[in-house]
C-alpha cells in the first residue's frame, strides 16, 4: 500500500488503523508505505508511530511521491500495489473488492470509480466531476479507452507497472497510468468504490481554483504528452501471485 502524503498529521493515523484493520482474507497488506511529499508537520513521525514504512520525497510533486515509493519497493517487490489517499476519502473497506480482479487474473489494473459509487455530499465538487468527464473523454478520444474516473484509490500489478515507464511528477500521474496502460493492452476495470469528505486538514488541489486550474492543465497535457511519444509501451507479465502492499 502507497499512501502518498503532504501535511496530512490530522487524518493519517486513523487512514492506517482502518488499513490494518481491512479484511483481506487472500492477500494480506505485506507493507505500508507512506511516501512524505515535503510536509511541514508531523505527518512522517505519525506514520512511523502507526507501524508504516516512510519514503521522504522532498521534492513536491504527487507523482514523484509515488515514483519514490514504487523504487523503495523494489528490493522486495510485492505482486500488487496499492495507491490510497492520506486524508481519509478513501474507504478500505473497499479493498477487496479493488483487489479481486487482479487475484482471480482478470485485470492487470483496477480503479476505483468515485463517479461510479457513492460519494458524501460534498466530497466530489463540480470542477472535479467535470474535469474528470472531460479526462475521460480525452482517453476515449486519443487511446480508445473510456474512463469514468481519474481516482487515487487503484490497484496495479508491480512489476508491469514498473515497466510502463510511468514518468509524471505532479498531478498528471494517474491519468497517465490510464493512458499508457491503455496504449499496453492492460486489462483495465473499474469498479465503484465509495468517497467522502476529507477527515480533516486542507485540500491540496480542491481548496483552490487556481491550483485546481493549474492541475487540469497538466492532466491534458499529460495525455497530449503520451498520445504523441512514440516509444511503444510494455505488455504486462502473466502474473497472478496474491501478495499485496
Not at 154 to 174: C, E, F, N, V
Request: hydrophobic share 40%; aromatic share 6%.
Amino acid at each position: 500500500m502507497i499512501i502518498p502524503v503532504r501535511n496530512e498529521e490530522e487524518t493519517l493515523p486513523g487512514v492506517l488503523r482502518s488499513l490494518q484493520r481491512a479484511p483481506l482474507q487472500n492477500a494480506p497488506l505485506r507493507r505500508l508505505v507512506v511516501a512524505d511529499n515535503g510536509s511541514g508537520d508531523q505527518s512522517a513521525a505519525r506514520a512511523r508511530e502507526a507501524g508504516a514504512e516512510v519514503v521522504h520525497e522532498p521534492r513536491r510533486g504527487y507523482g514523484r511521491a509515488c515514483l519514490s515509493a514504487l523504487s523503495h519497493l523494489e528490493a522486495d517487490p510485492p505482486d500488487i500495489v496499492v495507491f490510497l489517499d492520506g486524508d481519509g476519502s478513501d474507504d478500505p473497506a473497499d479493498l477487496p473488492r479493488l483487489l479481486a480482479p487482479l487475484l482471480e487474473g482478470r485485470a492487470e489494473m483496477v480503479i476505483g470509480s468515485r463517479t461510479l459509487g457513492r460519494s458524501e455530499p460534498g466530497a466530489l465538487n463540480a470542477a472535479q466531476q467535470i474535469g474528470g468527464w472531460v479526462a475521460g473523454w480525452c482517453l476515449g478520444l486519443l487511446f480508445g479507452r473510456r474512463h469514468t474516473d481519474l481516482g487515487p484509490f487503484r490497484a496495479a500489478r508491480y512489476r508491469a507497472l514498473r515497466q510502463l515507464g510511468m514518468s509524471d511528477p505532479t498531478w498528471g500521474w494517474t491519468v497517465e497510468m490510464q493512458a499508457r496502460a491503455a496504449r499496453a493492452g492492460w486489462r483495465v476495470i473499474e469498479i465503484p468504490v465509495g468517497y467522502r469528505r476529507r477527515r480533516g486538514g486542507r485540500s491540496k488541489i480542491s481548496g483552490s481554483p487556481l491550483i485546481a486550474a493549474r492541475a487540469a492543465a497538466r492532466i491534458l497535457w499529460t495525455l497530449a504528452k503520451v498520445a504523441w511519444s512514440r516509444r511503444p509501451d510494455p505488455t504486462p507479465h502473466p502474473d497472478h501471485g496474491s501478495s499485496a502492499v
